[in-house]
């Protein structure tokens, strides 16, 4: 064999290795657009608060003492019912008024403003000048019209039924939510006549509901009977058993709520409206002492609600 071909097998194992296609690298790692970013937690829903105000005549204004409370924690409730006083007070408050503004309003108002004396037939008070001044103060929007969702509670008379007025003239449900038997006559509406919501629904927990309230917080500002203490004449024993009737019902719809708020006003009367500073007061210092429950019953509803 020639010393050419000789070389030329030997050259052969090497140019065959040459040639041989490298072996494949494994792909290079490709980094995750989002890899080392932070995802922040998922934010916690807030739930819609509402508010149910009771009736209790001049005591109402305690209601007021409550809103304004809730308004500086950030808590200000998102729709609003009320019974009797606290429909009043819930009607301006839904229309547009804050705490400080129902409280410059309730200092400047004279309760003749509102009392329009009718002698003889089925009440002392027409009640034709309440249901003006409310719808002056609401600039005579309607109730569907309101900034916030806003119910009145009344009484249908002849058939003792709960009415929840949520649309219509505002001044007249909320004078037929106010229109206490025997003091206030009766309202007609559409040949249908209605009394004081207090009758049936003393704290409105239950409408506050039906507008869409996640929590509710309720405000029991009502009389309560007095153990032990007869009731002397006509009107006394009529109020005790208002108030005895009203105590039972309210106990049954109070448990609905998640907060019961009770401003210690007990030595208020119905008609003390020259006691407004002291009621506004006892609202607030209840609601405030008010605020762990308050914020116990957020934290839960937004465990069970992610």
């Known amino acids: 064999m020639s010393m050419q071909r000789r070389s030329l097998l030997l050259a052969l194992p090497l140019l065959l290795v040459a040639c041989a296609k490298p072996p494949a690298s494994p792909p290079l790692a490709e980094a995750s657009p989002h890899a080392g970013e932070f995802t922040p937690p998922k934010p916690l829903r807030v739930p819609r608060i509402g508010i149910a105000l009771g009736g209790g005549a001049a005591k109402g204004f305690a209601h007021i003492g409550v809103l304004k409370a809730l308004e500086a924690q950030g808590l200000a409730p998102v729709a609003v019912a009320g019974t009797s006083a606290g429909s009043l007070v819930g009607a301006l408050y839904a229309s547009g008024m804050d705490g400080f503004a129902l409280q410059e309003r309730s200092f400047g108002l004279d309760e003749a403003q509102m009392r329009?004396?009718?002698?003889?037939?089925?009440?002392?008070?027409?009640?034709?000048?309440?249901?003006?001044?409310?719808?002056?103060?609401?600039?005579?929007?309607?109730?569907?019209?309101?900034?916030?969702?806003?119910?009145?509670?009344?009484?249908?008379?002849?058939?003792?039924?709960?009415?929840?007025?949520?649309r219509g003239n505002t001044g007249q449900a909320v004078r037929a939510s106010?229109?206490?038997?025997?003091?206030?006559?009766?309202?007609?509406?559409?040949?249908?006549?209605?009394?004081?919501?207090?009758?049936?629904?003393?704290?409105?927990?239950?409408?506050?509901?039906?507008?869409?309230?996640?929590?509710?917080?309720?405000?029991?500002?009502?009389?309560?009977?007095?153990?032990?203490?007869?009731?002397?004449?006509?009107?006394?024993?009529?109020?005790q058993t208002v108030v005895i009737m009203g105590q039972k019902l309210g106990e049954q719809e109070l448990a609905r709520a998640e907060v019961v708020i009770r401003p210690r006003i007990g030595k208020i009367g119905a008609t003390d409206f020259d006691q407004k500073h002291l009621s506004i007061l006892e609202g607030e210092k209840a609601t405030q002492a008010a605020l762990p429950a308050i914020r116990e019953a957020i934290i839960k509803w937004q465990a069970s609600h992610p």
């Open 178 to 239: 106010c229109s206490i038997p025997g003091v206030f006559q009766p309202v007609l509406i559409s040949a249908k006549r209605y009394v004081d919501g207090g009758v049936v629904s003393p704290v409105p927990v239950d409408a506050a509901r039906e507008l869409g309230a996640d929590i509710v917080i309720a405000v029991d500002i009502s009389s309560k009977a007095q153990n032990g203490k007869p009731a002397a004449g006509m009107f006394g024993i009529l109020n």
């Open 116 to 166: 329009d004396f009718s002698f003889g037939g089925t009440g002392l008070v027409k009640g034709e000048k309440l249901q003006d001044y409310v719808n002056e103060q609401v600039k005579n929007r309607p109730i569907e019209r309101m900034p916030k969702p806003f119910a009145a509670v009344a009484t249908e008379l002849d058939t003792g039924q709960r009415i929840v007025f949520r």
